[in-house]
């Protein structure tokens, strides 16, 4: 009966999402187009597990910028001194800020930022710094999740709290759905279906919001299809040259 109790919570989870969240994930898909339409861009900062779902698929928009942050100093722990002490990079504003201006984030851009328990000091760092810029936050997360935890960001803040659209991902505390003989905790997780489902139906309606304007952005041909490969090839030619 497993796989009928996940498919019967999934469809639950899947229907929850969209009588609660809809009207967030179509602000959502609104903003991104806006943005692109006025020659911004979307990008994209995920703490999650579903960090390449989104990007370079077929049917998917090229406008997605991805943004990968990490600092290392290859330096080992003296035997007298604790790793813990080692400042976060997420909670320096002026390497955030270098960090953003590497990645060319502008004003008027907007970008999706995901953490499903929302209380990853990077996560919370990086949407506080996007939006000091004038970058508009959409954050998938789950608020039921960061109410029963306490935040590793240094403010205290979740993302929920710092994001300018809240999309939330109906999981529960914990992340994982469904409860089973043997098992002493909860099991199989929710946030990886709630992603693909909140994620591509934002993108959907971006993708509309700009048709319905006229402007038809680039997205991906499937490469196992004949032609696959050199249509995206020119596809990046056209992306390249208008940015959408």
Not at 20 to 44: E, F, M, N, P, R
Not at 92 to 118: I, K, P, Q, T
């Amino acid at each position: 009966m497993s796989a009928e109790q996940f498919l019967d919570r999934a469809e639950a989870l899947v229907r929850e999402i969209r009588e609660t969240q809809l009207d967030a994930i179509k602000q959502a898909g609104v903003a991104i187009a806006d943005s692109l339409a006025a020659g911004g861009v979307l990008h994209y900062y995920d703490r999650g597990h579903c960090t390449g779902e989104i990007l370079h698929r077929a049917g998917g928009l090229f406008a997605i910028h991805p943004l990968q942050f990490g600092i290392q100093t290859g330096a080992e722990t003296p035997p007298s001194r604790n790793a813990s002490d080692r400042p976060d990079w997420a909670e320096n504003d002026e390497v955030l800020d270098f960090l953003l201006d590497h990645a060319m984030v502008r004003e008027g851009d907007v970008a999706l930022v995901c953490s499903v328990s929302g209380g990853s000091p990077s996560a919370v760092g990086v949407a506080l710094a996007l939006r000091r810029r004038g970058t508009r936050v959409i954050a998938i997360t789950s608020p039921t999740y960061s109410k029963a935890i306490t935040s590793h960001h240094s403010s205290g803040k979740f993302l929920y709290e710092v994001a300018d659209i809240v999309i939330d991902n109906c999981g529960p505390v914990g992340d994982a759905m469904l409860t089973m003989p043997g098992f002493e905790i909860p099991v199989v997780p929710s946030s990886g279906l709630a992603f693909v489902t909140i994620a591509w139906s934002v993108l959907a309606h971006a993708m509309r919001t700009l048709t319905e304007r006229g402007i038809a952005p680039t997205v991906y041909k499937s490469v196992n299809l004949p032609d696959g490969v050199a249509y995206n090839a020119e596809a990046r030619k056209v992306f390249e040259e208008k940015g959408l």
